[in-house]
């Protein structure tokens, strides 16, 4: 019963918004279509080449990789220790010894440095999965089953869509109270997170209006398919690229929010590192020690040019329609 | 169209409800007390709950509500706890920093953005167009206090103090206070680098996107028809193919004003300047529960009205676009 949709012939043209349904079932590819049809090139391999052909996504994910390596090993390569201060040597110039120099409490710049891609990234990344896995079910539910359904959970995204997003995130991180820490981080997480949910129920909830017209959704119902082994199965696969793009790019918006918001304060606070915080604190003392704001600025920047590199290298090779 | 309009401006009043009422029970929510904060040292509970009374804060949220919503329709915005000035007062003296700041931004934002949209879209594939979206991509990758601070680093410190840091000079006949200070060029060179700061990444984002709307119109049929009938490529350009390359842009131009407040808190608090931004963020992190909603208010009616006029922009921008 479970694939019957294929088994009965009903796999058309692919969408163009590149499937990865072949991709990830080899197994069933082999009973529910026979050997014998000629098999063009899946969409996600073709995907795949478009995507190692652009020299600048390539640039996007090399950046990407390096810095999730850092986050991962900043122990191992921070020559020091992020928040142990030193009275004696503050304001230290780049050297060999610092390379990046110090602050107002003698704490290494490089090491702060290395230390802040962890809570960019980990702010970032999980922020935007947290609204992935909140609005996407949304979307969907409220695209497939459309009337009541659909206007309560819209209506509920409307309200959030309905404030501009940084009143809404900086009034949240005042409400949960920014603290150090794993806590606190978790704190600009939900925060980033909740102004984010609208984003993603929408464009599936556009998605899934599309898709549940289609003669193969028609022939689930027909044949008796569950509805979500329908929506998993059939509706989700074929709304994957724009929610792997939006993804992707929106990494880098949540993670300049999260710096926004550590610039303002309401980040997660000292000792944790963040490089907005570090930025707004060393801005105080440009006059004299220019370098100091730079470099947390220069990892911000680098950082999220990264995932739109990505995002945009993703975009073209996914689905071409949207250039 | 004007049952559209009509329709429209009547939604304004329930949104920014809306808005001003999460927004009052969010903050009534938050830990901390601004009459712990007021009193300071000199704390005790009786004067907390004379205070409390004084400004009604022991009332029910809801009532409490009710009560600012009353009062504001008669045009009295409440009065701030800390500072024990009206609300409306604060918000108009420092109205128009905010707004010459975004107005100035969206300038730069458009001199920047649709030249190099246009360049890059015509020229595909060039250097110029490699230019463009390459520094466009920059642009986008930059969150504007970054940029605010290289900016500081080259005016105010490279070049020998050239531009100010910080503080604000009012336009002449603009001043909303007793004193202040005036003068054209002083007010020049305050709004410089906050307006680029906060411009170029709006630029940047509206690079890409006309770029991309630009090429696709300039593929299609009454373009090639427009050339063929001999016109010049200038009004090919700015009258067929910009006017129709504008209909998404200006969507997400809308979209982005949510991110242009933030921006405009951020630019003004690195500049220090003297507009709502800081008003709105100091008035949050003080818990100034009267403050807070002066400035939700008017940051919600602005965001509301941005949004209906970015419609209407579409009717000018095509008129097959009719609202009934």
Redesign the interface.
């Known amino acids: 019963m479970a694939d019957s949709g294929e088994s009965f012939g009903m796999r058309t043209r692919p969408i163009s918004g590149g499937s990865t349904r072949e991709a990830e079932l080899p197994g069933v590819t082999g009973v529910a279509w026979p050997a014998s049809v000629e098999r063009s090139e899946s969409p996600l391999a073709q995907g795949l080449r478009r995507f190692r052909r652009s020299a600048?996504a390539l640039v996007g994910v090399a950046i990407v990789v390096a810095l999730i390596l850092v986050a991962l090993f900043a122990d191992v390569l921070a020559p020091r220790s992020p928040i142990a201060s030193d009275q004696t040597r503050t304001f230290q110039r780049p050297s060999w010894d610092y390379p990046l120099g110090t602050d107002q409490l003698g704490r290494d710049m490089l090491s702060r440095v290395i230390h802040g891609s962890r809570i960019s990234l980990a702010v970032g990344v999980s922020s935007v999965l947290l609204a992935l896995f909140v609005g996407v079910p949304c979307g969907m539910i409220a695209g497939f089953y459309g009337g009541r359904v659909d206007t309560l959970v819209m209506r509920a995204m409307d309200?959030i869509l309905?404030?501009?997003?940084?009143?809404l995130?900086?009034?949240?991180m005042?409400?949960f109270?920014p603290t150090a820490g794993l806590i606190g981080t978790m704190k600009v997480t939900a925060a980033i997170a909740i102004v984010r949910i609208p984003i993603y129920a929408r464009l599936v909830r556009g998605s899934v209006l599309s898709i549940k017209e289609k003669e193969y959704i028609e022939a689930c119902h027909a044949l008796g398919v569950r509805d979500p082994w329908i929506l998993l199965r059939h509706v989700l696969p074929n709304c994957l690229a724009p929610i792997i793009v939006t993804t992707t790019l929106g990494i880098?918006t949540s993670i300049?929010?999260e710096?926004?918001l550590s610039?303002?304060?309401?980040g997660t606070q000292p000792p944790t590192p963040s490089w907005?915080w570090d930025?707004?604190a060393n801005?105080a003392f440009?006059?004299a020690n220019?370098w100091l704001?730079?470099f947390p600025?220069?990892a911000?920047?680098v950082t999220?040019?990264g995932f739109?590199?990505f995002g945009?290298g993703l975009r073209d090779a996914l689905d071409p329609r949207l250039? | 169209m004007r049952t559209y309009i009509l329709k429209r401006l009547l939604q304004i009043v329930p949104t920014v409800l809306m808005i001003t009422l999460v927004v009052f029970v969010m903050m009534r929510s938050v830990p901390g007390d601004p009459v712990v904060a007021l009193l300071g040292d000199g704390y005790t509970e009786e004067d907390a709950i004379k205070v409390r009374e004084a400004y009604g804060l022991n009332k029910p949220i809801l009532v409490q509500y009710v009560i600012w919503l009353g009062k504001l329709c008669q045009g009295d915005w409440g009065i701030s706890i800390l500072s024990g000035r009206p609300v409306l007062q604060d918000v108009l003296v420092r109205l128009p920093v905010t707004l010459e700041l975004i107005v100035l931004s969206m300038g730069v934002a458009l001199v920047i953005a649709i030249p190099a949209a246009i360049i890059g879209a015509l020229r595909q594939n060039t250097w110029a167009d490699y230019t463009a979206t390459s520094v466009a991509m920059i642009g986008v990758s930059i969150p504007e206090f970054f940029i605010g601070v290289l900016l500081l680093l080259l005016f105010s410190i490279g070049l020998g103090g050239l531009l100010p840091s910080s503080g604000w000079v009012y336009l002449p006949g603009t001043c909303p206070m007793m004193v202040c200070g005036v003068s054209l060029w002083g007010n020049v060179q305050h709004v410089l680098m906050p307006a680029i700061a906060l411009g170029v990444g709006r630029a940047a984002i509206l690079t890409r996107l006309l770029r991309t709307s630009m090429l696709e119109v300039i593929r299609t049929e009454y373009v090639t028809t427009a050339r063929a009938k001999g016109l010049a490529e200038r009004p090919v350009v700015f009258k067929h193919a910009l006017k129709n390359a504008l209909i998404p842009t200006v969507t997400v131009m809308g979209l982005q004003v949510g991110f242009l407040i933030g921006g405009a808190i951020v630019v003004e608090t690195l500049f220090a300047m003297p507009g709502l931004g800081t008003f709105g963020i100091d008035a949050i992190i003080g818990r100034d529960y009267q403050q807070v909603q002066g400035f939700t208010l008017i940051t919600a009616f602005a965001f509301v009205v941005i949004n209906l006029i970015v419609d209407l922009t579409y009717t000018f921008l095509d008129p097959r676009i009719r609202y009934a």
Not at chain 1, 162 to 167: C, G, H, K, V
Not at chain 1, 169 to 172: F, S, T
Not at chain 1, 263 to 266: A, E, N, R, T, V
């Open positions: 600048t309200v309905a404030f501009p997003i940084y009143l995130a900086i009034i949240l005042v409400m109270t880098a300049i929010v710096a926004t610039f303002l304060g309401l907005g930025l707004k801005v440009i006059q220019a704001s730079l600025g220069l911000i920047f999220v040019l739109n590199l945009d250039k």
